[in-house]
């Protein structure tokens, strides 16, 4: 599988990253996921502490166990849940970032995170305090390499003019194209983007439908009616050369702009990555769809959180 840079890092992470969020708490069964996306090309798995209470962690780390030369890890802080767990708050302190730095490192049963990112924030946190954390794990070696993960111009502004991050991530799809807003400033300053949910919640693909929940066909997806988006499904269709599918073509459009070093996917069980995988690295799109694609979409900005 191809391997692009993440931004100037000497970190060389797959074209397809599993997101690991939706592997669930049979460890077993995310264990045998996982070593099925290694076994595939996949070389980036992306975690949070977050995910099931720090559960999602352990299992990356167990199936890991002896293949850790193999694999680029990506994990994120920022989230930090209350004793009960049944809610949490957003704590983008050095404190609780050092602190729970050591905790994901136990869960994963490593002695570095690759790529350790903040999982959020606005742009009331006390960024310079993160990114002295974040320096500061760097120089200890605990992390080799920090981003962010966010959908918000101005914070991102801020990381990009203050910080040494490697990666931003952001949800991009054909049905959320906003952060190609963001994207010359990146590539500027030889910033990657990890673009996750490119299929745009299954609404770009050949199930559509039956991924289409009642809210969606009352309320419609971002700023894309019901209607719209079997209108952008139609159209896609008309532009596929054999043996593409609407699949194939939301998997490699955010791979055609080189800002994107990546493409997240979730996978439930082995036959989803084996599916996404192979729609991704045996198709590849031309130009001239690209530019099509585009037409028949929409080009939007993000409204908020600008200043």
Known sequence: MKKNQLGTSDLYISEIGLGCM???????????????????????????????????????????????????VATKVGNRWNENKDSWIWDPSAKYIKTEVKESLRRLQMDYIDLYQLHGGTIEDPIDETIGAFEDLKKEGLIRYYGIS????????????????V???????????????????????????????????????????????????????????????????????????????INSIALRYPLFNETVATIIT????????RENVLE??????????????????????????RI
């Open 22 to 72: 939706s592997l669930g708490t049979d460890v077993e069964k995310g264990v045998r996921i996982i070593h099925e996306a290694l076994q595939m090309g996949v070389n980036f798995l992306d975690t949070a502490d977050l995910y099931d209470f720090g559960m999602n962690e352990e299992i990356v780390g167990k199936a890991l166990k002896g293949r850790r030369d193999e694999v680029i």
């Open 150 to 165: 966010s959908i918000r111009p101005n914070v991102i502004n801020e990381f990009v003019n203050k910080s040494n991050i």
């Open 167 to 245: 990666c931003v991530m952001m949800q991009y799809s054909l049905l959320d194209r906003r952060p190609e807003e963001v994207f010359p400033l990146l590539k500027e300053n030889k910033i990657s983007v990890i673009s996750r949910g490119p299929l745009a919640k299954g609404l770009l693909t050949e199930k559509m439908k039956d991924k289409a929940n009642a809210q969606v066909i009352e309320k419609g997806y971002l700023n894309y009616s019901y209607e719209e988006i079997k209108e952008v499904n139609r159209n896609i269709q008309e532009l596929l050369i054999s043996p593409q599918t």
């Open 266 to 273: 979730g996978a439930s069980n082995i036959e989803q990555i």
């Open 280 to 305: 991704t690295t045996n198709n590849q799109i031309t130009k001239e769809q690209y530019d099509k694609l585009q037409a028949i979409t929409k080009s939007t900005i993000y409204q908020q959180h």
